[in-house]
């Protein structure tokens, strides 16, 4: 059962550079999530997409764009990444039919020097 | 944005001992989840409280929901090293986005043999 699947697991990225987080599930959900985890601050809510073709704004969504790609498929893009950008991302997905569950991926961890 | 706050924030106890988590805001719950999270994975779910008073007992977790929906606690009976992990509370956004959450800080749970 692979659920919420997030590519790379980690990464060391430069000031400056550019990369894309990718996440997929099998779950049929409509809804998919990213999250960013920090010491101390439990999960934070980066974007959201409620249904395929959709995508609205988090908690912290300054420096992140997002892509719907399908239902299965979204993907989270630093266009220039900086040392606050150091994190644990997490990738979720939910889905009405299924209740209030929510389901997380993995995490990537991502380093910026 | 509804702010939670858990305490303790660390909690270090030994095999057999019983303990408490509290989640808390100044602004009533739509409902509340508690999730549990091990070290390079992403959060599970435990449960969802949705009523105020809501007492559930998942084997020897117990989760209570406060009867003004402001406030709720994860008690654990004769914890086990199994037990170790980042205890988080999360509410949620409601309608048709269930993963829409906010997080409290966490609490880390360590337990020895």
């Known amino acids: 059962n692979a659920g919420v699947t997030q590519t790379p697991k980690f990464q060391v990225l430069k000031t400056g550079q550019s990369m894309t987080l990718q996440c997929a599930q099998d779950?049929?959900?409509?809804?998919m999530y990213w999250y960013r985890q920090d010491p101390g601050m439990g999960l934070r809510l980066i974007y959201y997409?409620?249904?395929?073709?959709?995508?609205d704004k988090g908690e912290v969504p300054n420096g992140y764009n997002v892509s719907r790609l399908n239902k299965r498929e979204f993907s989270l893009r630093l266009e220039s990444a900086a040392p606050s950008q150091t994190s644990v991302y997490f990738c979720?997905?939910?889905?009405?039919?299924?209740?209030?569950?929510?389901?997380f991926g993995e995490g990537s961890w991502l380093t910026v020097v | 944005t509804q702010l939670l706050e858990q305490s303790p924030q660390f909690l270090s106890i030994q095999e057999g001992e019983n303990l408490t988590v509290y989640c808390n805001s100044s602004?009533?719950?739509?409902?509340l989840q508690w999730y549990r999270q091990e070290p390079g994975e992403g959060p599970v779910l435990l449960v969802t409280?949705?009523?105020?008073?809501e007492v559930k007992k998942l084997k020897r977790l117990t989760f209570q929901f406060g009867d003004a929906r402001k406030d709720s606690s994860l008690h654990i009976t004769a914890a086990q090293p199994g037990d170790t992990g980042l205890y988080l509370c999360?509410?949620?956004?409601?309608?048709?986005?269930?993963?829409?959450?906010?997080f409290g800080q966490g609490t880390i749970l360590t337990v020895h043999p």
């Open positions: 979720a997905s939910s889905d009405g039919a299924s209740g209030n569950t929510i389901y």
């Open positions: 779950m049929n959900h409509n809804s």
């Open positions: 997409s409620a249904s395929e073709g959709t995508t």
């Open positions: 602004s009533v719950f739509s409902s």
């Open positions: 409280v949705v009523t105020g008073g």
């Open positions: 999360a509410s949620n956004a409601g309608g048709t986005s269930y993963g829409k959450l906010t």
